[in-house]
T-cell receptor, first 112, second 114 residues
Framework: GQQLNQSPQSMFIQEGEDVSMNCTSS?????WLWYKQDPGEGPVLLIA?????ELTSNGRLTAQFGITRKDSFLNISASIPSDVGIYFC????????????FGKGTKLSVKP | DAGITQSPRHKVTETGTPVTLRCHQT?????MYWYRQDPGHGLRLIHY???????DKGEVSDGYSVSRSKTEDFLLTLESATSSQTSVYFC?????????????FGPGTRLTVT
């Protein structure tokens, strides 16, 4: 089946640092979504991207839809402790009937 | 909050028993989805529905069936649970309207098959 490669798999953050993660695919997507999941809860939608090249912000979060439509990245600026969790990218192909393909997630933890 | 509830939130069952998980939504969304989440695999689509009595298979549908007899409820049934079906199950709805494509998730059901 289709696959999204999400990297890094995990990373440690120190409060105040900027964080970057990305997703790549061999397939073209019409939509990119970024979710955050806290332990014991469902994923929460952070940002949705609909156009190639689109750059969208949500507070300290910024995400971009790659020009080739095969990739997307998410940046978190000036990280805070509540940013820890698992971040997932998801891509949607085709028309409105298309289903989402999810990356395997990037786990953000606090540096010991 | 997309008005999605899942029940039960936790369940322990024995191998070979039937199990039904319920997803309930209050906002009249046409599309509903069932996913499972496992370490190392992320979220994988089991089945989805695009209307009352209209359902289709996802990536990992073997061993699962679904039913949607009314808009607000989407049921996932494990006819004979196996240990490989131990997982966290999430229901989702799709926000309608082109070009918007946004799925919102419920709180999840943690299922353990012993």
């Amino acid at each position: 089946g289709q696959q999204l490669n999400q990297s890094p798999q995990s990373m440690f953050i120190q409060e105040g640092e900027d964080v970057s993660m990305n997703c790549t695919s061999s397939s073209i997507f019409n939509t990119w979504l970024w979710y955050k999941q806290d332990p014991g809860e469902g994923p929460v939608l952070l940002i949705a991207l609909y156009k190639a090249g689109e750059l969208t912000s949500n507070g300290r979060l910024t995400a971009q839809f790659g020009i080739t439509r095969k990739d997307s990245f998410l940046n978190i600026s000036a990280s805070i402790p509540s940013d820890v969790g698992i971040y997932f990218c998801a891509g949607q192909m085709g028309g409105s009937q298309g289903n989402l393909i999810f990356g395997k997630g990037t786990k953000l933890s606090v540096k010991p | 909050d997309a008005g999605i509830t899942q029940s039960p939130r936790h369940k322990v069952t024995e191998t070979g028993t039937p199990v039904t998980l319920r997803c309930h939504q209050t906002e009249n969304h046409r599309y509903m989805y069932w996913y499972r989440q496992d370490p190392g695999h992320g979220l994988r689509l089991i089945h989805y529905s695009y209307g009352v009595k209209d359902t289709d298979k996802g990536e990992v549908s073997d061993g699962y069936s679904v039913s949607r007899s009314k808009t607000e409820d989407f049921l996932l049934t494990l006819e004979s649970a196996t240990s490989s079906q131990t997982s966290v199950y999430f229901c989702a709805i799709k926000q309608a309207g082109q070009p918007i494509y946004e799925q919102y998730f419920g709180p999840g059901t943690r299922l353990t098959v012993t």
